[in-house]
């Protein structure tokens, strides 16, 4: 399964009526790595008026997302926030919009467009990279079988192979998912049920 994301982690500034906004972006690969960077940024701005943001691990199904309007009125950051997410097509990643307010209310639209403003900011600067992740198979064989499992493998989108070669060839694939019932199918046939993924 191939996904966007951002390749490092992304820092950003502007003003808007005195207030500071600085746009953090941060490359994730679990819901626990996004409360633990979230801790970090409000550790670090400890005394900034808000630290709002939104972020998105998984895809589909298996998405998880979260977004924080920390203080801000309802609906005027957070989801902005993420409203640029889904904009950029990117998941597996925190955005958070850090303000110090400057003395000038910005109201409901101002708050809306300044973090949208800096979301946006944020992920233009960023290094946008597609992803796959699959699903990690083994499959052991003997030397004979060896050659007739690569011949198959060669057919099919492998995102990685690594072997190893002692008393039989245990191979260690990961391919997106989709694909494992026809490449089971294909090796079963293959080897005359032998060898199973």
């Not at 633990?36 to 900034?48: C, F, G, H, N, P």
Request: aromatic share 10%; net charge negative.
């Amino acid at each position: 399964m191939k996904f966007k994301t951002i390749q490092k982690e992304v820092h950003t500034k502007f003003t808007e009526k005195g207030s500071k906004f600085l746009g953090h972006a941060y490359p994730l690969i679990s819901e626990n790595q996004a409360e633990t960077v979230l801790k970090e940024v409000r550790k670090k701005y400890y005394d900034a008026t808000h630290n709002c943001y939104a972020w998105r691990v998984g895809t589909g199904k298996d998405e998880l997302f979260r977004y924080s309007d920390d203080g801000e009125p309802s609906g005027t950051a957070g989801k902005p926030i993420f409203d640029m997410l889904d904009k950029y097509g990117v998941t597996n990643l925190l955005v958070v919009v850090t303000r110090y307010f400057g003395g000038t209310k910005l109201g409901t639209g101002g708050l809306v467009r300044a973090y949208s403003h800096s979301a946006e900011l944020t992920l233009s600067e960023a290094r946008i990279i597609t992803r796959e992740i699959g699903t990690e198979v083994q499959i052991i064989c003997t030397y004979e079988e060896h050659p007739h499992i690569m011949r198959i493998l060669n057919t099919y989108p492998v995102i990685s192979l690594n072997q190893d070669f002692s008393e039989s060839v245990q191979l260690y694939i990961e391919i997106d998912e989709v694909h494992l019932p026809a490449l089971r199918m294909d090796i079963q046939n293959a080897t005359s049920g032998r060898v199973n993924l």
